[in-house]
């Protein structure tokens, strides 16, 4: 499967059943799927099968739909409120009767408000039914422009990702190269320890010393840093290979790759390695930044 950003825009139009219908989408970064409708009056059933759509294409987002039902004026039909009509026309022949006005006219009846209602508010049950269904099947349209958008975007994020996880691979390998961590490099730095505080206490025992300055060493080396780094880098390839729907866990694997830049650079005894560490930290900052907007 694809990668997918959760930022996305598509419009639709179709004319079909005697209507022009238009759906307009918009998805945005969220923790979870979360869709909000903007429908016009008469459509409220048509939300809970086009939610159930987004629910099967889409893991992660914030959408926001808005539909637009236009009757076409060839297919309109004009409908009366017969009864409204009569009982105006009973209170208009009334007041004339009472007050000596002149006569109403149709025209003038049909313009009062209520009396005729608008064309594309009309529609029989079976029109309605026959709307909603194809409502539905150009929001399944929609939605698939939508995706093929998120997925372009997806690519392009896909890339940068790749990009940075190479870069946090390079700087792992540079520390485990480093020349501090070289057996010559660790006995040097060892010596001049204990030579340093044989100096200023020569009472000291000098094995105990080159004991626990070893046992310093060891809890300072960071082998078992890199070697966790190491396997993040290869999970995380594994999941932009695998596509859509990994930016959770990829989150969650960001967090471990700070903790392993964060021990690096709390151990970190020469400043070549710090200076690899806080590297680290600003790629692996970029990298979480940019997984934010993957679905």
Not at 144 to 164: F, M, P, T, V, Y
Not at 212 to 238: G, N, P, S, W, Y
Not at 248 to 255: I, N, V, Y
Not at 282 to 293: F, G, H, K, S, T
């Amino acid at each position: 499967m694809s990668l997918q950003s959760m930022t996305g825009f598509a419009r639709h139009l179709r004319n079909d059943a005697g209507v022009q219908i238009s759906w307009e989408i918009k998805s945005v970064n969220g923790k979870g799927l979360d869709v909000r409708f903007r429908l016009p009056t008469g459509f409220e059933a048509v939300e809970q099968k086009a939610r159930a759509l987004f629910g099967q294409r889409f893991k992660r987002g914030n959408f926001q739909a808005a539909l637009t039902v236009t009757r076409n004026a060839g297919d309109a039909k004009a409908l009366i409120n017969e009864p409204l009509l009569k009982e105006l026309a009973r209170i208009a022949a009334q007041l004339r009767e009472d007050f000596k006005l002149a006569p109403s006219t149709p025209e003038g009846l049909m313009a009062l408000r209520g009396v005729l209602e608008a064309p594309q508010d009309v529609l029989s049950p079976e029109d309605q039914a026959e709307v909603e269904e194809a409502v539905l099947a150009v929001l399944d349209e929609t939605l698939l422009q939508l995706e093929h958008n998120r997925q372009i975007e997806g690519k392009a994020l896909g890339d940068i990702l790749s990009a940075q996880v190479d870069a946090v691979e390079l700087l792992t390998q540079q520390a485990r190269r480093d020349p501090s961590r070289t057996l010559d490099a660790v006995r040097a730095r060892l010596a001049a320890q204990v030579a340093l505080l044989l100096d200023a206490s020569p009472a000291l025992d000098e094995a105990r010393l080159h004991m626990e300055a070893a046992f310093l060493a060891t809890k300072a080396d960071i082998q078992e840093e890199l070697d966790r780094l190491d396997m993040h880098v290869a999970a995380a390839r594994t999941l932009l290979r695998d596509g859509n729907g990994v930016g959770r866990k990829l989150d969650f694997l960001t967090q471990e790759f700070n903790r392993e830049a964060n021990t690096l650079c709390s151990k970190a005894n020469a400043a070549s390695i710090t200076s690899i560490g806080l590297d680290l930290k600003a790629v692996v900052d970029q990298l979480r930044e940019q997984i934010q907007n993957l679905e």
